[in-house]
């Protein structure tokens, strides 16, 4: 399994855009990125994924590097529901898929 | 509602215990998977099932075990129970092919 680095935790004013930054040197061809985001006490919730150009969804911008070595999670404007641990996840979709969380970003945002 | 159902919320049990979780998966979804959530710890994913079948294992305790039934709702099983099994279970659930997971809001299990 590919191998993830994450800022242990980020800090941002409302209404400004948050760059979330994530290290997967070790990934494959074949693994989407994908990035999940765990509000306090409920269970994670999807926000984007991609393999090899930027996406963009109504929750965020993923932006992927040509190298495909690291990705940015973009949060356009930050809101205070936006407070939450963000994890980014390479996953290989096979036989059996076993998706590790690190232990994430921790997203606090100041009003 | 993310449309995965996980009952019950909240489980308050004593050690040596046994206790069931219920994992109902979003209408559709073939695979269910389960996660292991501590105090302050990082998501442990336990174990892979996809139409009935186990795909994949995690750090799941030998005390632990799970099943997929034929109407694909998944259930965990944890017997034994240890003070440290305290945690936060999460069912997820996806569907062939799907590029994303959906979580349920999770049993909270508290061993006393």
């Known amino acids: 399994d590919a191998k993830t680095t994450q800022p242990n935790s980020m800090e941002s004013n409302e209404e400004e855009p948050v760059h979330l930054p994530c290290n997967h040197s070790t990934i494959s061809g074949t693994d989407y990125i994908h990035w999940y985001r765990q509000l306090p006490s409920q269970g994670p919730e999807y926000v984007i994924h991609?393999?090899?150009s930027n996406v963009n969804n109504r929750m965020a911008s993923l932006a992927i590097a040509e190298d495909r070595k690291s990705s940015t999670l973009i949060l356009h404007r930050a809101t205070l529901r936006d407070a939450a641990v963000y994890y980014c996840i390479p996953i290989r979709y096979n036989y059996g898929q076993n998706f590790v969380f690190g232990p994430g970003t921790r997203l606090s945002v100041l009003p | 509602d993310s449309g995965v159902t996980q009952t019950p919320k909240h489980l308050i049990t004593a050690t040596g215990q046994r206790v069931t979780l219920r994992c109902s998966p979003r209408?559709?979804?073939?695979?269910v998977y389960w996660y292991q959530q501590s105090l302050d710890q990082g998501l442990q994913f336990l174990i892979q099932?996809?139409?009935?079948?186990?795909?994949a294992k995690g750090n799941i305790l030998e005390r632990f075990s799970a099943q997929q039934f034929p109407d694909l709702h998944s259930e965990l099983n944890l017997s034994s129970l240890e003070l440290g099994d305290s945690a936060l279970y999460f069912c997820?659930?996806?569907?062939?092919?799907?590029?994303?997971?959906?979580f349920g809001s999770g049993t909270r299990l508290t061993v006393v």
């Open positions: 099932y996809y139409n009935g079948e186990e795909r």
């Open positions: 209408s559709g979804d073939l695979s």
């Open positions: 991609g393999l090899t």
């Open positions: 997820a659930s996806s569907a062939q092919g799907s590029y994303g997971y959906t």
